[in-house]
């Protein structure tokens, strides 16, 4: 099993003892006990440590681990804050252009999520068809240990959806499902 780690803040890692610049692919065992530290480079987060016993989801304030399929596992950390209540967090860029859409329709901007598809997808759904398509989710999650187009959409209770999409002059052209 590949375990993947990502986070939105740049990061060292120690996994199990070994430190790592990047975390995109580890090989494990489906039953380790896993140990991961995350070491923010930025002075005003906080270092912590999370620990994946085998395969199981977890969910906390600071980590999101998944199962996404039989062959990969997700840990998606957050950043550590010195304060416990900061009201000021700046919003973090989307990666890319699935990620902008994503973020735009969570954030109720329809309008301006719609705009990032190509003219040949707006002629074949409309804003609500985009708006329920993506419903019922609560985070994206790109596949980007394998360089491909491929996204995980991840619903509240932890279950993963494999799907795909195309640009076209850097437009989204079309968002498939694979699973």
């Not at 950043?79 to 990620?99: F, L």
């Not at 790109?142 to 932890?158: A, P, R, T, V």
Request: with cysteine.
């Amino acid at each position: 099993m590949e375990l993947h780690i990502q986070s939105d803040f740049e990061c060292v890692y120690s996994v199990n003892g070994e430190f790592l610049e990047r975390a995109d692919s580890i090989t494990m065992s489906e039953y380790d006990v896993v140990y991961v530290t995350v070491f923010p480079l930025s002075r005003s987060l906080l270092p912590y440590t999370v620990k994946l016993c085998g395969a199981e989801n977890i969910k906390s304030d600071l980590a999101c681990g998944i199962k996404l399929s039989s062959e990969h596992y997700l840990l998606s950390l957050s950043p550590r804050h010195m304060t416990v209540y900061e009201s000021t967090q700046k919003p973090i860029p989307a990666k890319s252009m699935i990620s902008r859409l994503f973020s735009l329709l969570r954030s109720g901007d329809s309008a301006a999520a719609y705009a990032l598809l190509s003219e040949n997808l707006r002629s074949a759904i409309d804003r609500p068809a985009l708006e329920k398509f993506f419903s019922g989710y609560e985070r994206l999650t790109e596949c980007s240990w394998d360089g491909s187009n491929k996204f995980y959409l991840i619903d509240k209770n932890g279950n993963a959806k494999l799907h795909a999409y195309t640009l076209k002059d850097e437009f989204i052209d079309d968002i498939i499902e694979c699973d």
